[in-house]
């Protein structure tokens, strides 16, 4: 336990030394100040941004996005990976095709996406689901996998039906794995259409970033690739707080 | 032993693994397990133990041959009444020890006060009371081995199959659950066939002990002990355990040369 | 499973992909794609210009620059991390969730640190492919077994010798792997880099592509640059299979 505090400690000092030293490094120009602007002045400027109508609009569109394309990729990459799971000659042909999504860049997609979708949030739901939709994917499969065969034969000894044994069995073995998944689905949800927005759209947060850029407006860009930052580290680390309850409840056994 | 009425039947029981190697696993047996006896099988490694276990469970179909358990015929599933604990750690992790054990009972759609009563039982019986709202990776191997016999018990089964349930368990402890299991038998009455590679546990614990052959496995000898019933691990000191646990290594000797290939 | 299933689905899988595509060429029309022939024909064609080979020298040269940094810095880092624990247990977390930030949006921070030329796509590529490998290769020295440093230790081995023989066999595998995705991740970020803010490179090849709805260039670029990702991703996977089974 006092370890374990320590850690925490030391992780919140070593993140706030970082920041204060960028801040000091911007204030006394070791840091181009053009280039950097100090945290505190992102901070302040990011508090400002969320307090225009034009900027929450952005955010209330991006984050819906990300909300429907990881949603959407959750509950089908949990159905296919349960279904592919059950195929193991057609899981073993898309194995390899599995393995190497990573590394294709999903956005060179993007243009046939808009000929697809047409123009507005569709291709960009459609950019954020297929970046989470694997990690959902691999996670079902793996978690699945993972279940120890002997539980199967305790289901069977208890005469549990497919239902009951899915349900009260496989599931809850699962779970580790599938909340892994789901976290995994939302960051790369998250990244995809922030990443669609910055190159290829006219709307969203990215958007707005790639557009303050442009216009050499570094106090807004600052702000607001702040409060996406944080919104992801924020909800990741959420999500892995959770986590790590349900995991120390049930150990690693 | 009294012998009341045959619980268990097997006749010609023979399983071969289905697909393309057609490993044949085990068998013809024929074997009659009295009401309320205790009966262990041992044999080499591989020998098709667990096969035996679960083919007699209703977890696997024979490839021939019929098993009878209470008059039915035994066929695709377990029948009621049967209960079995498993080699590996099966307790659930995401259930605590109380739930583990309640799990079963649940099932079947029993009053709440019921269920705690039964699982209360169980739990104290077991040794487990002080533990009951722990999870799984709170607790020792051999405790989790108890949920597991618990998780069984409370179903109140007539016949209980013991998968080598305390294999992975260090030398003391294995002598402890012993006595619980010789205990637990004796309360309930139920009849209990225990698969084990340990000869002094099978020497120890039952009335009537099975040697196999190595694959595909066989009855080649039968053991009776002659113990009284209400005996426990201490029984080791007497000088016809000795003679019992001889018995059994001269039968199982060439077959254990064999499943090491030296046979 | 006999190879020839095996082959005899790969293939089944290959002609899928490629119906798939032909059924979207239909349904979309040419000025979304062209369908895979035409497609492969041209990408042919590319493949013999001088023009396409300047673009895509710059975004190799970026590549393996960025694949460099990341795999030196990566494993010196992710091995310090890994030699001091608890240095390593603050930052584990602390990088695993900077891995699931947007880095896109850091990518302007690199173009005003770095200016436009290639060294803000090299960095951008780090910042990409850096983390997963101090991350793959902490995890490796964590996970060491300690009976095997006991081993070395009993078997009297000089600590260059417990490095030689035990410690780098032990973790290689772990560190390929991290190396595989690292891999991955920094062409990623050099397209990203080229697609956003570059004249030159694959990337831009793409974006220029898409601006001048020039459909032909872009889906054979894509083909190119999905060929080469999962040729180069299936030939590390390969090797990182052989040396996770060796270890």
Not at chain 1, 193 to 216: P, Q, R, T, W
Not at chain 3, 207 to 226: F, R
């Amino acid at each position: 336990m006092t370890r374990s505090t320590r850690i925490l400690r030391a992780r919140w000092g070593v993140s706030l030394g970082l920041i204060v030293l960028l801040e000091v490094a911007c204030r006394t120009g070791l840091v181009p100040p053009l280039a950097v602007l100090p945290p505190s002045e992102m901070a302040a400027a990011m508090v400002e941004l969320l307090t225009t109508e034009e900027v929450l609009a952005n955010v209330a569109a991006t984050f819906s996005t990300v909300a429907v394309a990881f949603l959407g990729a959750v509950l089908i990459g949990f159905a296919v990976g349960v279904a592919l799971h059950g195929i193991p000659r057609l899981r073993r042909a898309i194995d390899p095709l599995l393995a190497s999504y990573y590394s294709v860049p999903i956005f060179v997609f993007y243009p046939l996406l808009v000929a697809l979708f047409g123009l507005g949030a569709l291709p960009l739901i459609a950019i954020g689901f297929l970046a989470a939709l694997p990690a959902m994917l691999i996670a079902t499969l793996l978690g699945l996998d993972r279940v120890p065969p002997v539980l199967r034969r305790v289901a069977r000894m208890h005469r549990l039906g497919p239902a009951r044994t899915a349900a009260l069995v496989i599931l809850p073995a699962a779970l580790p794995n599938l909340f892994q998944g789901i976290k995994l689905s939302l960051a790369y949800a998250f990244i995809g259409v922030i990443a669609g927005e910055f190159i290829l759209s006219g709307g969203g947060l990215g958007y707005a970033i790639a557009y303050a850029y442009e216009s050499f407006d570094n106090r807004t860009m600052y702000g607001l690739m702040l409060f996406v930052l944080l919104s992801a580290v924020v909800s990741n680390t959420l999500l892995s707080a959770w986590e790590s309850r349900l995991q120390r409840r049930r150990g690693r056994g | 032993m009294t012998e009341t009425a045959a619980h268990a039947v097997l006749r010609g029981v023979t399983r071969v693994y289905p697909g393309a190697s057609q490993v044949h696993a085990l068998g013809p047996i024929d074997l009659d397990i009295a009401k309320g006896e205790f009966f262990s099988v041992v044999g080499p490694s591989g020998c098709g133990k667990s096969t035996l276990l679960d083919v007699l469970a209703g977890l696997n179909p024979p490839s021939a041959g019929t098993i009878v358990f209470e008059g039915k015929p035994v066929a695709g599933s377990v029948p009621d009444g049967v209960g079995v604990v498993f080699q590996e750690d099966a307790s659930f992790p995401w259930l605590t020890v109380r739930d583990n054990v309640a799990f079963g009972l649940r099932r079947l759609g029993m009053d709440a006060a019921e269920i705690a009563r039964r699982v209360d039982y169980a739990v104290g019986f077991m040794g487990l009371a002080d533990f009951a709202g722990a999870y799984p990776a709170q607790l020792s191997g051999g405790m989790r081995q108890r949920v597991c016999i618990a998780r069984t018990l409370v179903l109140q089964p007539r016949l209980i199959l013991l998968d080598e349930p305390f294999g992975a368990l260090d030398q003391q402890t294995r002598l402890l659950m012993g006595d619980e299991l010789l205990r637990l038998w004796r309360e309930t009455g139920a009849t209990v066939l225990l698969i084990t590679h340990a000869l002094d546990e099978a020497a120890m614990l039952s009335d009537r002990v099975g040697v196999m052959s190595s694959r595909p496995g066989r009855f080649i000898d039968l053991v009776e002990t002659g113990w009284p019933r209400d005996r426990d691990s201490r029984i080791v000191s007497d000088a016809a355990f000795g003679a019992v646990t001889a018995r059994l290594w001269s039968s199982l000797r060439t077959e254990s040369m064999k499943a090491i290939g030296r046979g | 499973m006999s190879r020839r299933q095996g082959v005899l689905d790969g293939t089944l899988i290959l002609l899928a992909i490629l119906a798939v595509w032909q059924g979207l060429y239909q349904y979309a029309g040419s000025a979304a794609l062209t369908p895979p022939w035409a497609t492969v024909r041209y990408a042919v064609d590319l493949l013999g210009t001088p023009n396409f080979w300047g673009h895509a020298t710059q975004t190799l040269s970026a590549f393996a620059w960025s694949v460099a940094i990341s795999a030196v810095l990566g494993i010196a880092l992710g091995l310090w991390f890994g030699a001091f624990r608890f240095a390593g247990d603050v930052a584990e977390p602390m990088l695993a969730s900077l891995y699931t930030i947007p880095k896109v949006t850091l990518y302007p921070v690199m173009l005003l640190l770095f200016g436009l030329g290639p060294s803000a796509k090299i960095a951008f590529g780090v910042i990409h492919g850096l983390i997963p490998v101090v991350l793959f290769t902490l995890g490796a020295v964590k996970n060491i077994r300690p009976v095997l440093l006991r081993t070395a230790r009993s078997l009297r081995l000089s600590p260059i010798q417990t490095a030689r023989f035990v410690l780098v066999p032990a973790v290689l595998p772990e560190i390929a792997s991290g190396l595989r995705v690292g891999f991955s991740l920094c062409l990623l970020g050099v397209l990203i880099g080229e697609m956003f803010a570059s004249q030159r490179g694959i990337g831009f090849l793409i974006i220029n592509g898409i601006n001048s709805h020039n459909v032909k260039l872009t889906t054979a670029v894509t083909l190119i640059v999905i060929v080469f990702a999962v040729g180069a991703n299936s030939a590390l996977l390969a090797l990182d299979r052989r040396l996770h089974h060796r270890g």
